[in-house]
């Protein structure tokens, strides 16, 4: 990493707290919900000011950088990762636990060059926890080095997932018998956080060992993918294969073992990419 991108990263970990203050603030008020693309997709008048002050303090120090947000692309801004310097900003990862004031939200900065991320921010605003991790430097939680499992069984472990509305009944029906698949084996279960930020962490940080899904979105990965692989864990496609920003989907692992053992199991649906109209 070169001393500007340290100087990036320095300023990325000062908005993040900024940000978190602001989330917090926010839970103290009447919290009025928006939706976007679906009944459940929700969106809250934090989440687009959180996005804002988050990019306008970024632009200012370093002008010529790019920018994937989720609020701006549910606004229409492009979702395409190039060479350039790139922040992928969500400004609230758990808009759901948000408005319900289930206490696992998260603000999650990745930052990439050349399509390849260099340092990663989880602030895990109501825990008050901030992970971080750059490039071949570790990972960290409120600045003590956290480290993985390491665990290599599935029958030993405790993974998370998400389960979410599909609008499509195949879907459903793959995304719960993909549960069932692993539940039986047997393992030791399934948690769901509702943050897939946070999720990344706590694979991260040795509480799970493992945390798959299908149908999340670049900015729900960018931050934590580094903050996992550099506390010695593995980030994988969930057919096994190398793991792609873009693609919506996801296994991350304490171990390859397992990682590989858990994409046996997993059927995947149809989810889209992030890159492309869908
Ligand atoms: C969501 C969370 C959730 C995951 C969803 C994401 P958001 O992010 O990460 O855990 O299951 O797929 O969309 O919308 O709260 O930023
Ligand atoms: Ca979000």
Same mark, same amino acid.
């Given at each position: 990493?070169?001393?500007?991108?340290?100087?990036?990263?320095?300023?990325?970990?000062?908005?993040?707290?900024e940000?978190?203050?602001?989330?917090?603030?926010?839970?103290?008020?009447?919290?009025?919900?928006?939706?976007?693309?679906?009944?459940?997709?929700?969106?809250?008048?934090?989440?687009?000011?959180?996005?804002?002050?988050?990019?306008?303090?970024i632009?200012?120090?370093?002008?010529n950088?790019?920018?994937?947000?989720?609020?701006?692309?549910?606004?229409?801004?492009?979702?395409?990762?190039?060479?350039?310097?790139?922040?992928?900003?969500?400004?609230?990862? +758990?808009?759901?636990n948000? &408005?319900?004031?289930?206490?696992? %939200?998260? !603000?999650? @900065?990745?930052?990439?060059?050349?399509?390849?991320?260099?340092?990663?921010?989880?602030?895990?605003?109501?825990?008050?926890?901030?992970?971080?991790?750059?490039?071949?430097?570790?990972?960290?939680c409120n600045?003590?080095?956290?480290?993985?499992?390491?665990?290599?069984?599935?029958?030993?472990?405790?993974?998370?997932?998400?389960?979410?509305?599909?609008?499509?009944?195949?879907?459903?029906?793959?995304m719960?018998?993909?549960?069932?698949?692993?539940l039986?084996?047997p393992?030791?279960?399934?948690?769901?956080?509702?943050?897939?930020?946070?999720?990344?962490?706590?694979?991260?940080?040795g509480?799970?060992?493992?945390?798959?899904?299908?149908?999340?979105?670049?900015?729900?990965?960018? +931050?934590?993918?580094?903050? &996992?692989?550099?506390?010695?864990? %593995?980030? !994988?496609? @969930?057919?096994?294969?190398?793991?792609?920003?873009?693609?919506?989907?996801?296994?991350?692992?304490?171990?390859?073992?397992?990682?590989?053992?858990?994409?046996?199991?997993?059927?995947?649906?149809?989810?889209?990419r992030?890159?492309?109209?869908?």
């Amino acid at each position: 990493m070169t001393d500007s991108w340290k100087e990036c990263m320095d300023h990325c970990i000062v908005v993040t707290r900024e940000a978190g203050k602001m989330v917090r603030e926010a839970l103290k008020c009447d919290i009025s919900v928006m939706l976007k693309s679906s009944p459940v997709d929700l969106v809250t008048e934090t989440d687009q000011k959180v996005e804002a002050l988050i990019i306008s303090s970024i632009k200012q120090k370093f002008p010529n950088h790019s920018f994937i947000g989720e609020e701006s692309v549910a606004a229409g801004a492009p979702s395409i990762l190039t060479d350039n310097p790139t922040w992928i900003i969500d400004p609230i990862d +758990g808009t759901t636990n948000f &408005v319900h004031r289930f206490p696992f %939200v998260a !603000v999650s @900065i990745g930052f990439a060059v050349n399509k390849e991320i260099e340092f990663g921010i989880v602030y895990s605003c109501i825990e008050d926890k901030l992970y971080s991790a750059r490039k071949g430097k570790g990972a960290f939680c409120n600045g003590v080095q956290i480290r993985v499992s390491g665990q290599k069984d599935i029958t030993k472990s405790l993974l998370l997932t998400e389960l979410g509305y599909k609008k499509d009944s195949e879907h459903f029906q793959t995304m719960m018998s993909n549960m069932q698949r692993i539940l039986t084996i047997p393992t030791h279960g399934i948690r769901c956080v509702g943050s897939a930020a946070i999720n990344m962490c706590l694979v991260a940080s040795g509480a799970v060992d493992a945390y798959y899904q299908i149908g999340i979105h670049c900015w729900d990965m960018a +931050g934590g993918a580094i903050i &996992v692989t550099e506390a010695g864990g %593995v980030i !994988v496609d @969930i057919d096994g294969r190398p793991f792609d920003l873009m693609s919506r989907r996801l296994i991350t692992a304490s171990s390859k073992a397992l990682a590989d053992r858990i994409a046996v199991e997993i059927q995947p649906f149809p989810c889209g990419r992030d890159d492309t109209e869908n």
